[in-house]
């Protein structure tokens, strides 16, 4: 992640199996959503985290069902 007013680079909390999804005014990063039907051997974790201005907090982290 980049800050758009300083440019530092911030690490992201966790790398990702498939994706993450976010919007720009929030606060909210999901990392690997899960939006398909579950494969057999896969990660099907999903993991909410917030930004809190300093840091990733982990919120939760859901496991998808088949």
Avoid: H, K
């Amino acid at each position: 992640m980049v800050d758009a007013r300083s440019g530092q680079i911030i690490d992201l909390p966790q790398t990702f199996t498939r994706d993450a999804d976010y919007r720009r005014d929030s606060r909210l990063l999901v990392a690997d959503p899960v939006d398909e039907p579950v494969q057999p051997f896969t990660n099907p974790w999903a993991r909410f985290y917030e930004w809190t201005g300093q840091q990733w907090i982990l919120l939760d982290s859901l496991r998808a069902l088949p």
